[in-house]
């Protein structure tokens, strides 16, 4: 029989398989009779007793077929005739079946496994079907059925006959058969045939040593009984597939007995009572899953295999289904349903057509299902019933991991050291996934790649259903969150990715999710949305192969980087140009609108998780090692990796570098901040969110809004996070790059960080304002964003690195409690300036001196005084700000916290002329004139106190100042009149004072001058000189202008009004006016003014009796700048003149004590005219007279008013 099959091997499964599963109708009635009656005319079969093999079809499909033979007895041999039968017969067939040699072959070939029959009778059968298969009888019945057919078959037309060649040839080209009657003679006699593998003409030759080294069994006949003829068959396939496996110890198959192992395996496809294994193996199986299931076309197959992972499956079943599938990842073709479906499109899209493949790895389902997809990526039609079976497949894949050979040979350690008893329904394959991605330890490469290959393979990306673990762990989420979505469509990927680490996820489906994901992300073609959209785009800009096709110059995971550099980089920033393009014309190169919209989904997505983006996994994995080992929480390993930037190794820093980059460009790329900011987005900016195109703007908003009510704290953290990233590089600020680039790389060249190159451009503004340039080196739109940097950094101390680098151990001694963000940190350091180490002081009044210069930068009274601004200081510059607040923080429509901000800036900027801009200017050649001991004591970035404002101030009472300085200096005495706060020098030295003295107007707080009003009056009772001296200038400054004393001025308005209209305010003339009056009977003063002004003057006496002069320039430019200057003078006159009469008569009289007595009561003369200040003399010569008495009794009568009061 080895010579007996000479027709071509591929044709004899498709053939079998097509006609196997014809229903007999009339017509075979006809073929089955003469078939019958042949057989009954055979001789009386020869040769001991044997094994014989099984006709599943007739028995299932056509039970009554032995009825409807002819009943005839005629002088044939009959098989129920024989002895060695007849009990077997009587007991398990029916008797009508008695007389059909055929039906007998039917019912005792189906018998039960359990049922035994005697082996005389088992070899009888054999050898009787042997010899109908060699019988040149049958060749008559196949001539006289099949004329036509072997007419139009040249290769059967030219078998020679009695040979029994011609039934193998027609069994062979099954296929081609159009002739309905030959066909039913043909499947009646492959079932016959292949019903034993010894019946397979070479079969036994061609697999005898293979048998033999696998103790698959004997092939001597009578050894074995019919069904163990279907376990050598099964041995061989199973050895087959532990050769493919490359298991440890697997025997090496001759190739001519794998092509009859895989030609067996073929021509049961059709229906699954040929693989007698897998029928007696799944009998019960059968019936229990899949009884309404006809048998045909592979139909019983695909049915067992989506029941194989059921609790109720038998394990002798699911291993021979395993095995089956095994082979049909071998050999597509061992599946019926599949070969016939897709035989067209494979013809189609010449799937094989490679002349280069091997013809085994061309017949692999892989190739096929590559081949497939492919076309299906590239837009071809594929016909649903094809479609429909390679998702069986796909999904079948899925399921069962031992079902890819590659998996199973290299994936040997991963799966018993992790994944060892989760064989069913994917869970190994996925245990398989999440060792992949790191969470279990390292993986073997190429285990990794078979994986990779897997998936590709299966390509679940383009169904979720394929991957049977994913769709059972989601389905709750899918029904919630993804109901709007069509079942099946790969949108639904995005959507659970959408929702990843939100309330309707849960923690299985994460899982799933992200396993099968990490493998996406490593290969663009496996998201089939993206691949349709961008197809052309990588094509043209990357130069990508075809969908199943790899590139080592362009692998899967470098043709999304090449994408997604298109979208977001410019040619100067890495974007790869087209082979022979020069930069101009790649200038309008960049991604299609869909596709764009598909690379910003996939960052969006693989910014969830690090391991989701394969550059940043590969060369970030040591680094992640070493600073991020303990960051598990969503996120937080990238955030981890942008904090220890400049720790990374170069490779790892430029990967998260461009992507810092493009988040700042695009920052609904994390996904999760954006959660977390819903509500303020909704609130604040969803215009800007809804209209973004790549501008940056929607962070620029959220650093705006970062103290709205509806920020919450994640949103606040993750903002603030993201500005402390950016100011690592000024590239990961898109609006700040983009507008200042070109003033960066001419002003700033070779500097990086966000923060120093702010400093640069700012300074590079700051000098050419100053030096009143005539054009700005600064471009106008980068001013404009430079502004904006410098108010965000201003917000929190952390953006500022320098200062708060300096400042770190004071804000854990002063502000440990205190929250970053809203200058919180830097109003607690400026409040608790004199407990600062010297480093950080200097920063913060370096900080308050380019604030005070600039209050757009004062992001706390920006913030606190917003609304007032915009209803008093519209009109006014940015510069002009505080002095604008300044003169309306009186007013009634003042925001009560704004008017208190305002006063504290004003106390910072009286403890120090340098925060003062507009005094500094006013006064730049006063200070150096008049108050030079003062600088030359000062250190640098130190405040002086207010100690040069004081200075100012007594110059002002000695009218020594330049106009400008003048008035400034009377604005300065005007406020801090009213409120003691405002004179840093009087606070420094009074505090203790003012708490003894004055605790009630001091907690009152009524900023009308009443704290200074009570050190004056409790002059005598103040101790320290220090202040004694302070409430001295005071009174002193009182006497330059009536507005410095405002208890005076209240008291005397009125008659101020009447009285001194005339007047013009300042250099004493309103308060020489008051004094006038109060000399002049005439003029009757309101009550309240009259004893004010009594008091000043008591308060003067004492004043002038224990102030020192300080030289005889202070008295004599009082004098020369009073309006009785005339009168002094002459006195004066007078007096030196008589004073030389003396001395030239009575020089000795000099050296008498009264000579001493008259100069002291010259010198209090001086000082009381130097304090007067050209007030009223004879006024001058009544505070003289009762200087003593009037002080005390004044002290007196303060007391009792205050006791009044009490009472």
């Not at 060892?420 to 330890?441: A, E, I, N, P």
């Not at 000082?1167 to 003399?1177: M, V, Y």
Request: proline residues 4%; glycine residues 4%.
């Amino acid at each position: 029989m080895a010579d007996c099959i000479r027709v071509p091997l591929p044709l004899l499964l498709l053939l079998m398989c097509i006609l196997s599963s014809l229903q007999p109708i009339e017509g075979d009635i006809n073929v089955v009779a003469k078939l019958a009656a042949k057989s009954d005319n055979l001789p009386n079969p020869a040769g001991g007793p044997g094994p014989a093999a099984v006709n599943p079809v007739a028995a299932e499909r056509n039970p009554g077929a032995g009825a409807s033979l002819p009943r005839r007895r005629s002088a044939g041999w009959k098989l129920a005739e024989e002895a060695v039968c007849r009990e077997d017969l009587t007991r398990l067939c029916p008797k009508h079946s008695w007389n059909n040699n055929l039906a007998v072959l039917e019912c005792l070939q189906d018998r039960k496994e359990e049922t035994e029959i005697a082996a005389e009778c088992n070899h009888l059968l054999w050898n009787y079907k042997l010899n109908l298969t060699t019988d040149p009888k049958f060749e008559s019945v196949a001539v006289e059925v099949c004329k036509n057919t072997i007419s139009e078959i040249k290769e059967c037309a030219a078998e020679e006959l009695g040979k029994g060649y011609l039934v193998s040839c027609l069994v062979d080209h099954r296929g081609n058969i159009s002739d309905y009657q030959c066909n039913q003679y043909i499947t009646k006699m492959t079932t016959i045939v292949f019903s034993d593998y010894r019946l397979i003409c070479g079969f036994m030759d061609k697999c005898r040593e293979d048998i033999n080294a696998l103790r698959c069994g004997s092939i001597s006949t009578g050894e074995k009984d019919i069904h163990s003829q279907g376990e050598v068959i099964a041995c061989l396939e199973k050895g087959l597939v532990r050769e493919a496996e490359e298991q440890p110890g697997a025997h090496p198959i001759k190739d001519e007995c794998k092509k009859s192992i895989m030609r067996v395996a073929e021509l049961s496809s059709d229906d699954f009572h040929l693989d007698r294994y897998l029928y007696f193996a799944c009998r019960e199986d059968r019936e229990r899953f899949c009884e309404n299931t006809l048998a045909g076309e592979g139909r019983v197959y695909k049915c067992l295999f989506n029941h194989k992972f059921e609790e109720a499956m038998n394990e002798r079943c699911r291993e021979a289904l395993t095995t089956r599938q095994k082979l049909i990842a071998q050999d597509y073709k061992v599946s019926y349903s599949l070969a016939k479906a897709c035989k067209s499109d494979l013809r189609k899209y010449r799937c094989s057509a490679d002349s280069n493949m091997p013809r085994a790895r061309e017949a692999r389902l892989s190739y096929l299902l590559l081949c497939l997809e492919s076309a299906v990526h590239r837009g071809r039609v594929v016909n649903g019933e094809c479609q429909g079976e390679m998702m069986d497949y796909r999904r079948m894949l899925m399921e069962d991991f031992s079902l890819s050979p590659e998996i199973v040979l290299h994936c040997r350690s991963e799966i018993e050291g992790h994944c060892s008893g989760l064989h069913r329904k994917g869970r190994t394959l996925h245990c398989l996934m999440r060792v992949g991605r790191g969470d279990m330890g390292a993986i073997d490469p190429n285990c990794q790649k078979a994986l990779q290959t897997l998936i590709q393979e299966a390509d679940p990306g383009a169904d979720y259903r394929i991957d049977r673990a994913l769709n059972e762990a989601c389905e709750s989420v899918i029904q919630t969150a993804c109901k709007h979505i069509r079942n099946g469509d790969p949108m639904i990927l995005s959507c659970l990715m959408e929702h990843l680490y939100t309330e309707k996820m849960v923690e299985d489906c994460e899982h799933r999710l992200l396993e099968l994901q990490y493998f996406i992300a490593r290969d663009w073609k496996l998201d089939p949305i993206l691949y349709k959209k961008c197809q052309g785009d990588a094509a043209h800009l990357c130069h990508t192969p075809g969908w199943n096709v790899t590139s080592e110059m362009m692998p899967p995971g470098a043709i999304f980087s090449c994408l997604y550099r298109h979208d977001y980089r410019s040619v100067e920033q890495g974007r790869r140009l087209p082979d022979g393009a020069s930069e101009a014309e790649t200038k309008g190169v960049t991604l299609s609108r869909d596709c764009k919209v598909e690379v910003q989904r996939i960052l969006h997505q693989r910014a969830l998780d690090v391991k989701l983006d394969p550059e940043l996994q590969k060369r970030c994995m040591t680094d992640l090692g070493k600073w991020c080992s303990e960051k598990t929480e969503a996120g937080q390993e990238l955030e981890c990796l942008q904090d220890h930037l400049e720790d990374l190794v170069s490779d790892c820093r430029d990967v998260v570098g461009n992507l810092t980059e493009m988040e700042s460009e695009d920052i609904q790329i994390e996904a999760l901040l954006m959660r977390a900011c819903d509500p303020v987005i909704q609130a604040h900016c969803h215009e800007v969110a809804d209209n973004q195109i790549d501008t940056g703007d929607l962070m620029e908003c959220l650093v705006q809004n970062k103290h709205q009510k509806e920020m919450n704290e994640k949103c606040a953290v993750g903002v603030t996070n993201f500005q402390l990233i950016q100011i690592k590089d000024f590239r990961f600020s898109y609006k700040f790059k983009t507008a200042c680039k070109e003033d960066v790389l001419k002003l700033c060249p070779n500097i990086k960080k966000k923060v120093d190159v702010v400093i640069c451009l700012s300074t590079t503004v700051r000098n050419d304002t100053l030096q009143e340039a005539k054009e700005q080196r600064v471009s106008v739109k980068c001013r404009k964003q430079l502004r904006v940097e410098e108010v965000e950094m201003s917000e929190d101390i952390r953006l500022q690195p320098e200062l708060y680098d300096s400042c770190k151990q004071d804000i854990t001694r002063l502000c440990q409690n205190i929250a970053f963000g809203n200058t919180q940190v830097i109003e607690c350091l400026k409040e608790n300036k004199f407990q600062m180490t010297q480093r950080c002081h200097q920063r913060i009044f370096k900080l308050q001196e380019m604030e005070m210069v600039d209050p757009e930068l004062d992001y706390q009274l920006m913030r606190v005084c917003k609304h007032m601004i915009r209803r008093f200081c519209t009109e006014s510059e940015g510069k002009n700000v505080l002095p604008c607040l300044k003169q309306n923080k009186n007013s009634e429509l003042m925001d009560p916290k704004c008017k208190q901000m305002i006063t504290k800036r004003q106390i910072t900027q009286n403890t120090d002329y340098r925060l003062n801009p507009v005094l500094r200017k006013a006064c730049k050649a006063d200070i150096p004139k008049f108050c030079q001991p003062i600088l030359n004591k000062a250190t640098v970035d130190s405040e002086l106190e207010g100690q040069v404002i004081s200075c100012l101030k007594l110059k002002y009472a000695d009218q020594r100042l330049s106009p400008d300085c003048e008035d400034q200096i009377r604005v300065i005495l005007q406020e801090s009149a009213l409120d003691y706060r405002l004179d840093p020098q009087l606070q420094l030295h009074c505090t203790v004072e003012i708490s003894v003295l004055c605790p009630e107007e001091a907690v009152a707080q009524e900023l009308t001058g009443q704290v200074q009003e009570c050190l004056k009056v409790n002059l005598l009772k103040i101790k320290q000189e220090g202040c004694k001296k302070e409430v001295l200038n005071m009174l002193k400054e009182s006497k330059a202008d009536i507005f410095v004393d405002p208890v005076l001025h209240t008291a005397c308005a009125l008659d101020i009004k009447h009285q001194c209209a005339a007047i013009p305010p300042g250099k004493g003339r309103q308060m020489s006016c008051l004094m006038e009056a109060l000399q002049d009977k005439r003029v009757r003063l309101q009550p309240e003014c009259k004893k004010r002004l009594q008091d000043r003057i008591d308060m003067w006496s004492y004043a002038a009796k224990v102030a020192p002069v300080e030289g005889f320039s202070d008295p004599a430019m009082q004098v020369m700048t009073s309006p009785s200057k005339n009168y002094i003078l002459t006195v004066i006159g007078v007096g030196v003149a008589v004073l030389l009469l003396m001395g030239l008569h009575a020089a000795e009289a000099l050296r008498r004590p009264a000579g001493v007595g008259h100069q002291s009561v010259l010198g209090e003369r001086r000082a009381l005219l130097g304090l007067a200040h050209g007030e009223d003399a004879e006024a001058l010569q009544v505070g003289v007279k009762e200087k003593d008495s009037s002080l005390s009794h004044l002290q007196t009568r303060d007391s009792e008013q205050k006791h009044g009061s009490a009472v």
